[in-house]
Each structure stands twice: as structure tokens, then as C-alpha cells.
């Protein structure tokens, strides 16, 4: 069968007439043999002036090889370079994170990197199929927003025409806008929040999974979340074999991931810190450290429940049961990745988000068609948000999340 494949090379080696060139093309790679035998004349001289990196069309013919990685290789016909790239700064060699950072550009054409890219763009195919057999319909939310949603020191301040709004830190409360308009909603778009955090696990702009139920309390929601991440992990191994073993990622550690998964009360967190060691008092929240020790006495996902009211958001729904904490939950990620989806039940009742807006010193009148939605028919609703790129960091065993977006943000570092 005769082909044209349209790409960059990837490595190339020479022999006494012959050349062996590895061609990626974003959906792959395949190696093609230039024979000097087998093509013309310029053809050959052009195949031995191809670099790393340049980009090339070549015609050939498939053939079977049980040697090469993919079954087959291109007996090339044809050579017609693009463009001659001189001097492509990634070698083989190691290279400092600093480098490879100011280079994201170049970096991401890494076989590493595309698998990477790979996995995360199933893991947002997984999720939109997911919700969509569940009956979620997609109502994004604004990036634009006056509202503070997660607390007001992590706000990026934008100018808008002389007024002053933020960049979203969560699309939660638009949410439960349209859920009330349509039941069960999804968002899915990028979230900011400028917190000077200098970790491998943070971000300054990522990208969050938020759902929305009306008539959901906590239980079930939970049960959403849970469901979910066990669909969205079995889909990544079924789908992402390849890349899963070009990570060299541990997939049995992934196939224990069923539901349910396990929880625990935030009292007994505190206990369990303790008991390990930390100087950990009730009503603090949990940092990275934390959160792996207490993941680590789970062999899978693990949500940790009721903390207290004092470090979640004002539109938590308190327990009745016990008003010092709410009706919310996180979802650690085990082998040390930390918190993955955050949620709980919203409180319905206008009285008592009144009363916590005002606790909070939030200004009321931001929050009038917030207020609307408990005024005019609310009911009992439930949510959460599902940090994408700490997921796909999880999934894909990753050392740092800068690696799970093509171009990230974080605190000193903005560019390319």
C-alpha cells in the first residue's frame, strides 16, 4: 500500500546508502527507510540534509516489521522537506527543568509530553461522556466574574471598562444558576486563583471538571463523584495503553480504583495526624503533608468528610446535626497526589447564607442573584469541582503538574 505521511522527524540514522528516519506525525510514530537504491537521486541528498526536527513529506510503501514497535515500517519512495530546522535546542542529553520550561514550546513535542497531552485530552473525552449518559447538560459559566466563590485573597483583579471584576476562581456558583434551569449541569473551562504557592501540586490558571445536581444531598453526591472517577481511570487504561506504558506508569495501583471508595470524618484525620506524628490541631486545614498521610492508609481514592465550618466556603450547608462542620467532602488521590474534587451540599435555606455572607464581611448586594436562587424555588442541591490537571497527574504517575498542560502558570514562571 502506498502512503504519504506528512511530519517531523524524530531521529534519524545513516548507514552506507541508506537512511532510517523516524517520522512523527501527533498521531504517532513510524520508522521510514530511504534507500539510495530506491529514490531518486536529489531525494536521497535531500533525506541526508534532514536534522532533528525538520519537517518533511515522504511517499512509500507499507511494510510488514516485526521488528519496529508498531508491526510495520515505510519503504520510502519519495523525500520533500519543508523546512530545514537548524539547531533544535532539545538534544538528548538532560536538561534543567529551567530550560525545558522556557522551551514548553519545543518540550511538548517530547515523546513523554505528547503521551501526556494524550491521556489528558481522554480524560476530558471520559468526563463530557460520562455526564452526558447521565443526563448532565453542559452550561458554562463566565471567566468574568465580581463574585470572591473560594475567599478573597486569591483573586486576580482584572480592569472592566473602569470597574473592577476577577478572573473566576470556580464556576460553582453559576452552577446552581442553570442547575436550577435544567437539573443536572457541567462546567468545564479554566479557573485562577493567585495563591503564592510554589508546589508541585499548584497551579496559577487550571482547568476544573464542576457538576451540579438539583435535588442532590451529600450521600449522592458523593456517590456521583465516586462513580465518575472509577468510569473516567477504567477508561484511561482501556484507551491509553500505549502512552500509560511510554510513562512507564504503574497500572496496577490504577486497576484497584472501584467504587465505592472509602470515607473519613475530618475528626478522625485530626486523630490520625496525630497519631503519626504531626502538630495538627482541630479546625486547621490540611496541607500536602497532611493530606498523604492520611491517604496513605488507603490503597485508593479516599474522601475525607464533614470539616469544619470555619475553613469551607460560606454556601456550605452546615450539618444539622452538628453546625461546627459542614456537609462537604474532598477526594484525596492516593500515592501522594492529594486532593483531586472538592464538594458537598449547598445551603438552600436564604436565612442562613444570609447569615454567613454577612459572617464572612462579603458585601450582600454582589451576592442579590445568588440570593434569587433560594428566594424563587430552591431546593436541596449538590456539587463539586474535579481539578483536571491534578487528575491527569495522578493517572499518569507525574512528578509535577507543570507537566499536565501544554503551557502552564505558575508563580514565577508566565512564559512562552
Not at 67 to 79: A, D, K, N, Q
Not at 97 to 111: K, P
Not at 317 to 333: H, I
Amino acid at each position: 500500500m502506498e502512503v504519504r505521511l506528512q511530519g517531523w522527524v524524530r531521529n534519524k540514522r545513516s548507514g552506507k546508502g541508506i537512511h532510517f528516519i523516524i517520522l512523527r506525525d501527533g498521531t504517532g510514530e513510524i520508522q521510514c527507510v530511504a534507500a539510495k537504491a530506491d529514490v531518486p537521486e536529489s531525494d536521497f541528498s535531500a533525506a541526508d540534509a534532514l536534522t532533528l526536527e525538520s519537517s518533511v513529506v515522504i511517499d512509500g510503501v507499507v511494510k510488514a516489521d516485526p521488528r519496529s514497535p508498531s508491526g510495520f515500517e515505510i519503504g520510502v519512495t519519495r523525500v520533500q522537506p519543508v523546512q530545514i530546522a537548524q539547531d533544535y535546542p532539545i538534544s538528548k542529553k538532560e536538561h534543567g527543568v529551567d530550560f525545558l520550561m522556557e522551551n514548553r514550546h519545543l518540550w511538548i513535542r517530547s515523546a513523554r509530553q505528547v503521551a501526556v497531552l494524550q491521556v489528558r485530552d481522554e480524560v476530558i473525552k471520559a468526563t463530557r461522556d460520562h455526564f452526558y449518559e447521565k443526563g448532565f447538560i453542559c452550561a458554562d459559566s463566565p471567566i468574568f466574574t465580581p463574585n470572591a466563590c473560594e475567599g478573597t485573597t486569591t483573586l486576580f483583579d482584572v480592569d472592566y471598562f473602569g470597574e473592577k471584576v476577577y478572573l473566576a476562581q470556580s464556576g460553582q456558583l453559576y452552577n446552581e444558576a442553570t442547575a436550577m434551569a435544567l437539573g443536572k449541569v457541567y462546567s468545564f473551562g479554566p479557573t485562577f486563583r493567585a495563591e503564592k504557592s510554589k508546589t508541585r501540586r499548584h497551579l496559577m490558571e487550571f482547568w476544573m471538571f464542576e457538576a451540579e445536581a438539583a435535588f442532590c444531598d451529600f450521600e449522592e453526591n458523593m456517590r456521583i463523584q465516586e462513580e465518575y472517577i472509577e468510569y473516567l481511570v477504567a477508561r484511561v487504561l482501556d484507551k491509553c495503553a500505549e502512552q500509560m506504558k511510554a510513562l512507564e506508569r504503574d497500572t496496577s495501583k490504577l486497576s484497584n480504583v472501584k467504587a465505592p471508595f472509602h470515607r473519613i470524618a475530618y475528626d478522625e484525620c485530626v486523630k490520625t495526624l496525630k497519631d503519626k506524628g504531626f502538630e495538627f490541631e482541630w479546625g486547621g486545614d490540611f496541607g500536602s503533608p497532611e493530606e498523604t498521610a492520611i491517604a496513605e492508609s488507603f490503597d485508593g481514592p479516599v474522601f475525607v468528610t464533614r470539616f469544619p465550618t470555619t475553613i469551607k466556603p460560606f454556601y456550605m450547608k452546615r450539618d444539622p446535626a452538628r453546625p461546627d462542620v459542614v456537609l462537604g467532602s474532598d477526594l484525596l488521590a492516593p500515592e501522594g497526589y492529594g486532593e483531586i474534587i472538592g464538594g458537598g451540599q449547598r445551603e438552600e435555606s436564604i436565612d442562613e447564607l444570609l447569615s454567613r455572607i454577612e459572617h464572612e464581611g462579603l458585601n450582600k448586594s454582589d451576592f442579590a442573584w445568588y440570593l434569587d436562587l433560594r428566594r424563587y424555588g430552591g431546593v436541596p442541591h449538590s456539587g463539586f469541582g474535579l481539578g483536571l490537571e491534578r487528575t491527569v497527574g495522578w493517572i499518569c504517575g507525574l512528578s509535577h503538574i507543570r507537566e499536565t498542560i501544554p503551557f502552564p502558570r505558575m508563580l514565577y514562571h508566565k512564559y512562552p
